[in-house]
């Protein structure tokens, strides 16, 4: 399970940069930390551990499809929370 702990931390470093750089855009200052926890939750569950989770369940399509319900409801959930912070 040690394989998907760096794909998990690049991916939370860059969807918490995002979200800065999203809000930046958008605002013209950085934003606090709650709006980056967010950010930094849907880059960790999308880059780290949904790949090791469809892997965890034998790899190939099957488990892909398997598993794309329950892993877009939570990146939809991170997203429609990662809106309300990014006001």
């Known amino acids: 399970m040690i394989p998907f702990i ?3 931390l690049i991916g939370a470093n860059i969807g918490a ?3 800065h750089g999203a809000h930046y ?3 013209g ?7 980056a926890a967010i950010g930094a939750t849907t880059g960790a569950i999308s880059r ?3 790949p090791a989770l469809i892997a965890a369940s034998g790899g190939g399509k099957a488990a892909a499809i398997a598993w794309k319900p329950g892993l ?9 929370l990662n809106g309300r912070f990014n006001k």
């Not at 200052?29 to 709006?35: E, I, K, Q, S, V």
């Not at 877009?72 to 959930?77: G, I, K, L, Q």
């Open 6 to 8: 760096l794909p998990t």
């Open 17 to 19: 940069w995002s979200y």
């Open 72 to 80: 877009t409801a939570v990146t939809t959930t991170d997203n429609y």
């Open 25 to 27: 855009a958008k605002h």
């Open 48 to 50: 780290g551990v949904s």
């Open 29 to 35: 200052t950085l934003d606090n930390a709650g709006g």
